[in-house]
């Protein structure tokens, strides 16, 4: 009854925002849009040579998925903020632990994503590409491309926000900091197959690019329970 109580009352804090985000991204997106063919070149430039298309509304449609990955990447303080506030509503979380978890969320969400922008994905890429040959010529769709590169960001940025919810289970009681302590070798176990399913190759190099500095969040989450005393 009492998660019955908790999920109507996250969800009605939810809806209230729903449609103040919904405009919001799109009318950034459609801002974004007019700005999109440069800011793919600045994405290609850094992450791959000559890209193609191969049906006519192909480079459309990838201007408008970089300008709707844009306007996330620029609205996410503010959608963190709503996620915040609604999953603070059932528990009393306000104040000044709710900026605590709203701005920590977004910090740690925007070092995940440049994490896997200058780090991740160009030795991802590399490597992928290091298989091409004479005989063997990378052609690279535009959308695939953006897909590709969007959606890898998108994981490392929410991956690396582990530590702050953590902390937010802990303290409202789901897990505590014995039970991280106690299942860090399941906790390892499962970083490793997220790495392996998540990095954009399977070489051990670009897994533990991902794996390591996850591991360490987690363990960085239990020093933070430890910092604030939340057992």
């Known amino acids: 009854m009492a998660f019955h109580t908790s999920l109507i009352t996250f969800l009605s804090e939810l809806r209230r925002s729903i449609r103040a985000l919904a405009i919001s991204l799109f ?36 201007h408008v998925k970089l300008a709707l990955f844009a306007a996330v990447y620029v609205l996410m303080p503010w959608l963190m903020s709503v996620l915040w506030r609604a999953l603070g509503k059932p528990f009393g979380v306000s104040g000044s ?45 535009v959308g695939r491309f953006v897909n590709f590169t969007t959606i890898f960001i998108l994981a490392f940025g929410l991956i690396f926000e582990l530590p702050i919810f953590m902390v937010f289970m802990a303290k409202v009681g789901v897990f505590s900091r014995r039970f991280y302590e106690k299942n860090r070798r399941y906790a390892l176990l499962l970083i490793a197959v997220l790495a392996a399913l998540l990095t954009p190759t399977p070489d051990v190099v670009n897994m533990l690019l991902m794996g390591g500095p996850l591991y360490l969040l987690y363990e960085s989450g239990i020093i933070i329970l430890m910092v604030l005393r939340i057992k």
Do not use: W
């Open 97 to 141: 632990e709710l900026f605590f978890f709203i701005f920590f969320t977004c910090l740690l969400f925007y070092v995940g994503t440049l994490f896997c922008y200058y780090v991740t994905l160009p030795f991802g890429i590399q490597f992928l590409l290091g298989f091409s040959s004479e005989e063997l010529k990378p052609v690279i769709s």
């Open 27 to 62: 009318i950034c997106s459609g801002v974004i849009f007019i700005l999109s063919p440069q800011l793919l070149h600045f994405v290609q430039g850094h992450l791959a040579d000559k890209l193609y298309f191969f049906s006519v509304a192909g480079p459309f449609l990838a």
